[in-house]
C-alpha cells in the first residue's frame, strides 16, 4: 500500500520571542506513506511537539504546505480539521488530555462516539494488552501517570486511526510496559497499516520504527 499519509512542502515555522524571531522549523520537506513508521528524535526545544502540533492541525505553519492523506490542508477550516482528527488521527500527547469527569471505559470509547461506532473485541484487547481491565470504572483523575498514559494510548488506537502521533508515549511507563505498549502500535502498524511518527529519546522504542528522523537547528534528517 503506497498511500500518501503525511506531506509537508517547505513548512517553516516561528516563534517571536521579545524582539527575537525564532525559527524553529525551516523549509522541512517530509514525506510519510500508509504504514511507514518512524522515530523523531533531536535535542529538547528542536521542535518536536511544534511539528507533531503542525500535522495534527492544533498550530500552523508560518509558510509551506501540509498536505494529510493526499489533500492540501491549507483551505481546511476548523471542521474538516475535526473529521480528520476524529477519523483518522490517534494522538497521545505529553500532556495526555483525558476527559476528567469520565471512567477509563468512557475515555477509549470517545472516539468510537464520535465516528458512531461501537465498542470492538480490538478495544478489549487493548484494555487487555495495556493492564487496564481491572481500572475499567475509574475515573481517570485517581489514576497514576502511567496508568493516564496507558488510557491515552488506548483512546488514540480505539479507532484504528490511519495516523498516529506519539510523543513519548511510553515516557510514565516501566520497561516492561514500554515493550508492551511498542509491540501493540507495531502489530496495529502491521495489520491496519497504521502510520506511526512517534517522538522518543528511547533508544530501546526507536527501534520497533523502521525509519528514524533526526531534527536539529530546524532541518529533519533521515
Ligand atoms: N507557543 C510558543 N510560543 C513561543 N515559543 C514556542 C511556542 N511553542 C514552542 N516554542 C519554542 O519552540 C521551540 C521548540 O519547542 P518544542 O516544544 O517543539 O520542542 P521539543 O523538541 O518538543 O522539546 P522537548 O524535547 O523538550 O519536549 C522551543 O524553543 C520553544 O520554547
Given at each position: 500500500?503506497s498511500?500518501?499519509?503525511?506531506?509537508?512542502?517547505?513548512?517553516?515555522?516561528?516563534?517571536?520571542?521579545?524582539?527575537?524571531?525564532?525559527?524553529?522549523?525551516?523549509?522541512?520537506?517530509?514525506?510519510?506513506?500508509?504504514?511507514?513508521?518512524?522515530?523523531l528524535?533531536?535535542?529538547?526545544?528542536?521542535?518536536?511537539?511544534?511539528?507533531?502540533?503542525?500535522?495534527?492541525?492544533?498550530?500552523?505553519?508560518?509558510?509551506?504546505?501540509?498536505?494529510?492523506?493526499?489533500?492540501?490542508?491549507?483551505?481546511?477550516?476548523?471542521?474538516?480539521?475535526?473529521?480528520?482528527?476524529?477519523?483518522?488521527?490517534?494522538?497521545?500527547?505529553?500532556?495526555?488530555?483525558?476527559?476528567?469527569?469520565?471512567?477509563?471505559?468512557?475515555?477509549?470509547?470517545?472516539?468510537?462516539?464520535?465516528?458512531?461506532?461501537?465498542?470492538?473485541?480490538?478495544?478489549?484487547?487493548?484494555?487487555?494488552?495495556?493492564?487496564?481491565?481491572?481500572?475499567?470504572?475509574?475515573?481517570?483523575?485517581?489514576?497514576?501517570?502511567?496508568?493516564?498514559?496507558?488510557?491515552?494510548?488506548?483512546?488514540?488506537l480505539?479507532?484504528?486511526?490511519?495516523?498516529?502521533?506519539?510523543?513519548?508515549?511510553?515516557?510514565?511507563?516501566?520497561?516492561?510496559?514500554?515493550?508492551?505498549?511498542?509491540?501493540?502500535?507495531?502489530?496495529?502498524a502491521?495489520?491496519?497499516h497504521?502510520?506511526?511518527?512517534?517522538?522518543?529519546?528511547?533508544?530501546?522504542?526507536?527501534?520497533?520504527?523502521?525509519?528514524?528522523?533526526?531534527?536539529?537547528?530546524?532541518?529533519?534528517?533521515?
Amino acid at each position: 500500500m503506497s498511500t500518501s499519509v503525511i506531506t509537508l512542502d517547505k513548512i517553516c515555522k516561528g516563534f517571536t520571542d521579545g524582539d527575537k524571531f525564532h525559527q524553529v522549523l525551516d523549509h522541512v520537506d517530509l514525506h510519510l506513506q500508509r504504514g511507514d513508521t518512524v522515530a523523531l528524535t533531536g535535542p529538547s526545544g528542536c521542535g518536536k511537539s511544534t511539528l507533531l502540533n503542525i500535522i495534527a492541525g492544533f498550530e500552523r505553519p508560518t509558510s509551506g504546505t501540509l498536505s494529510l492523506l493526499g489533500a492540501p490542508t491549507t483551505q481546511w477550516n476548523d471542521a474538516r480539521w475535526s473529521e480528520f482528527r476524529h477519523q483518522q488521527l490517534g494522538v497521545v500527547f505529553q500532556q495526555f488530555n483525558l476527559l476528567t469527569p469520565l471512567n477509563v471505559e468512557d475515555n477509549i470509547a470517545f472516539p468510537l462516539h464520535l465516528n458512531n461506532e461501537r465498542w470492538t473485541p480490538w478495544c478489549d484487547h487493548l484494555v487487555d494488552t495495556l493492564g487496564l481491565c481491572a481500572l475499567r470504572k475509574r475515573h481517570v483523575e485517581t489514576l497514576s501517570g502511567g496508568q493516564q498514559q496507558r488510557v491515552a494510548i488506548a483512546r488514540a488506537l480505539a479507532h484504528k486511526p490511519a495516523l498516529l502521533l506519539a510523543d513519548e508515549p511510553t515516557g510514565n511507563l516501566d520497561q516492561q510496559a514500554s515493550l508492551e505498549v511498542m509491540r501493540l502500535i507495531c502489530a496495529l502498524a502491521a495489520e491496519h497499516h497504521t502510520s506511526i511518527l512517534m517522538v522518543t529519546h528511547s533508544q530501546e522504542c526507536a527501534e520497533f520504527m523502521q525509519r528514524r528522523w533526526h531534527l536539529d537547528l530546524g532541518k529533519v534528517h533521515e
